[in-house]
């Protein structure tokens, strides 16, 4: 299961895969020939195995539902067995990405939440935008929607080398048609074609969440308490692209997801703040934080996400 670790200094794009292909493989067979019931159950059994085997996994999301308490005191964290339920959280949306491909899991399952419109700017083929999204909740289930709303053209941009165990087995379920685009191969030329992809209509969607792997381009501002690094490089692609951004999240509430869409800074405002992002990023900690409130177990950053924060100083 990817994103759960073993050592505290490993950046997070090192961190190596824990299970195998065969668990993941066997997770996508159970999932395509038995009820999800059973499959959940199965899951459940094997977090059992990863909550007691990783100390620093339980470690660092006790530090996460410490902060989220001490920042909000009345929250949706469950009392009993907390830390447990969120390790059983990540291993229920593995199942969830693959029923979602499998067709186990229909799209009368998917609500929308879409104040702002964005749902008709997605298809009214002008000039696309930028979708900003985190490892909070579960994005991959959207891509499993996606045939549904064969006008939406999205490109997701991604870090997959500590996770290319799940990519293999998620293209094996069916995801081989998504447009995943590798963020450590960008360049020049490719930001010319991403360029081109907007003024084709086509959207890009981005995690800001996670820093990268080397390089400053990142700043450090209060998330949930504690000064967390976060990347710049989502709104530098902005910039340069002079994109719209919006939020994007997909989160699960009981047997459904909620798909939750707003718009986040426009043009002008990211051109404003070029020369210093923090306000933007600030606003972003914020979304997260209140998002993460509504939704404490579906946090699935499992590495100790203020440690960089803490080395600033």
């Avoid at 998917?110 to 008709?120: A, K, Q, R, T």
């Avoid at 020369?275 to 997260?288: C, Q, R």
Wanted: proline share 4%; hydrophobic share 40%.
């Amino acid at each position: 299961m990817n994103g759960l670790n073993k050592q505290n200094k490993v950046h997070w794009a090192l961190e190596k895969e824990r299970g195998s292909y065969f668990f993941l493989k066997l997770t996508l067979i159970l999932v395509r020939y038995l009820p999800l019931f059973i499959c959940y159950f199965f899951v459940y059994i094997v977090c059992i195995y990863f909550y007691i085997s990783s100390r620093q996994l339980r470690k660092n999301i006790l530090h996460y539902q410490n902060n989220l308490n001490k920042t909000f005191p009345e929250n949706n964290l469950p009392k009993k067995f907390p830390i447990f339920l969120q390790v059983v959280n990540f291993g229920t949306s593995i199942v969830d990405r693959f029923a979602v491909w499998s067709g186990k899991i229909a799209h009368k399952n998917l609500l929308i939440s879409d104040p702002d419109g964005i749902m008709e700017r997605l298809t009214n083929n002008k000039r696309g935008e930028i979708f900003i999204c985190s490892h909070l909740g579960n994005l991959d289930v959207l891509r499993g929607f996606l045939h549904i709303y064969p006008e939406f053209k999205l490109n997701i941009l991604h870090h997959s080398q500590n996770a290319k165990m799940f990519n293999r087995v998620l293209e094996e379920s069916g995801a081989e048609n998504i447009r995943l685009i590798q963020v450590s191969e960008l360049d020049a030329d490719f930001m010319l074609k991403l360029s081109n992809k907007l003024e084709q209509g086509e959207w890009i969607v981005i995690a800001a969440d996670r820093i990268p792997l080397s390089g400053n381009k990142y700043c450090s501002v209060k998330f949930l308490g504690e000064e967390a690094n976060f990347p710049t490089g989502s709104w530098l692609l902005a910039s340069i692209l002079k994109a719209p951004t919006n939020t994007i999240f997909a989160l699960k509430e009981k047997s459904k997801f909620r798909l939750i869409l707003r718009n986040f800074s426009s043009v002008e405002d990211i051109r404003n703040k070029r020369k210093n992002f923090t306000p933007l990023i600030e606003k972003y900690s914020t979304v997260l934080a209140e998002i993460a409130r509504e939704y404490p177990l579906q946090w699935f950053n499992f590495f100790d996400f203020w440690q960089q924060g803490r080395e600033n100083k």
